[in-house]
Nanobody, 123 residues
Framework: QVQLVESGGGVVEPGGSLRLSCAASVSDSMYSFNNMGWYRQAPGQQRELVAKIRWNGNTDYLDSVRGRFTISKADAADTVYLQMGTLRPEDTAVYYC???????????????WGQGTQVTVSS
């Protein structure tokens, strides 16, 4: 199985920065990393993809965060970081980490979610 542990949320003033971390603990060696992303969900809103990084380092970003947020992955571990800068009140949401792992070689793909961490941008 794969378990995700998130950290780094909190309260920050507009224009400030935060870094979120998502560390994957993999107990079955048949799982291999495919991609990991950060999603967010504000009250009354649908969950949306904020940023994603793939096994080959390719990244995707939500248009509204491109240039302000950076997603990266540790070299030696399945840990992904989301560096958030120039934060705005509209970035306020619960941020969730999602990891996609391949089981075996071409057997199946599995999604795993973290518990979520609150990010509040307010003066």
């Amino acid at each position: 199985q794969v378990q995700l542990v998130e950290s780094g949320g909190g309260v920050v003033e507009p224009g400030g920065s935060l870094r979120l971390s998502c560390a994957a603990s993999v107990s079955d060696s048949m799982y291999s990393f495919n991609n990991m992303g950060w999603y967010r969900q504000a009250p009354g809103q649908q969950r949306e993809l904020v940023a994603k990084i793939r096994w080959n380092g390719n990244t995707d970003y939500l248009d509204s965060v491109r240039g302000r947020f950076t997603i990266s992955k540790a070299d030696a571990a399945d840990t992904v970081y989301l560096q958030m800068g120039t934060l705005r009140p509209e970035d306020t949401a619960v941020y969730y980490c999602k990891a996609v792992y391949e089981y075996g070689v071409g057997v199946s793909m599995h999604d795993f979610w973290g518990q979520g961490t609150q990010v509040t941008v307010s003066s």
